[in-house]
């Protein structure tokens, strides 16, 4: 009677380890193969396809190095790369975007759709960059 009992929860055990195991391969594996994982190639690729003529189409007029209203110049975003290295306007960026209030009402408005691969992009880039919001900008900038 005493060895059965053992026999039962040693199989228990086991059943339960390979479910875990079982689990955690179709973690990794589910990880690996997500087809929508932006990767830096994609992304790069978007920025100068998509994001930096669109930028340069609605934002630029403004947001020249030189005109540089708001302090924001996004003239010097040329590729993907030089975003990478300045992260700091780009959650401010999908915020104004979002909210509608860039560009200003009575300039041309990007449509909806094009409203929307400029705020994915950002956040993918920010997403891979590993970096939320919140720590790129701050608590606060109250003093601006
Ligand atoms: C007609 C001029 C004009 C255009 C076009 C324009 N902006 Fe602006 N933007 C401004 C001005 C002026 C400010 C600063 C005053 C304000 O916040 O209203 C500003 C501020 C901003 C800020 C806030 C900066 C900060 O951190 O406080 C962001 C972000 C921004 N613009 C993004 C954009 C983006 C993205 C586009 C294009 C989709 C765009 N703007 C197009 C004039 C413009």
């Not at 994609?42 to 994001?51: A, C, P, S, V």
């Not at 992260?87 to 408005?109: F, H, R, T, V």
Request: aromatic share 6%; charged share 25%.
């Amino acid at each position: 009677m005493k060895s059965r009992s053992a026999g039962g929860r040693f199989s228990i055990a086991i059943t339960f380890t390979c479910c875990v195991v079982i689990g955690i391969d179709q973690f990794l594996t589910s990880r690996q193969t997500r087809a929508t994982e932006p990767t830096q190639t994609n992304l790069d690729e978007q920025y100068t396809k998509i994001i930096h003529p669109l930028v340069a189409k609605y934002c630029l007029d403004c947001h020249s190095t030189k005109a540089k209203k708001g302090h924001l110049d996004l003239e010097r975003f040329k590729s993907a790369s030089d975003v990478r290295r300045d992260l700091e306007p780009w959650p401010a960026l999908i915020e104004q975007i979002e909210a509608g209030e860039m560009p200003p009402k009575e300039k041309p408005q990007p449509s909806t759709g094009e409203k929307t691969q400029l705020v994915a992009w950002a956040r993918d880039l920010l997403a891979a960059e590993a970096k939320p919001v919140w720590a790129i900008r701050g608590p606060c900038r109250c003093g601006d």
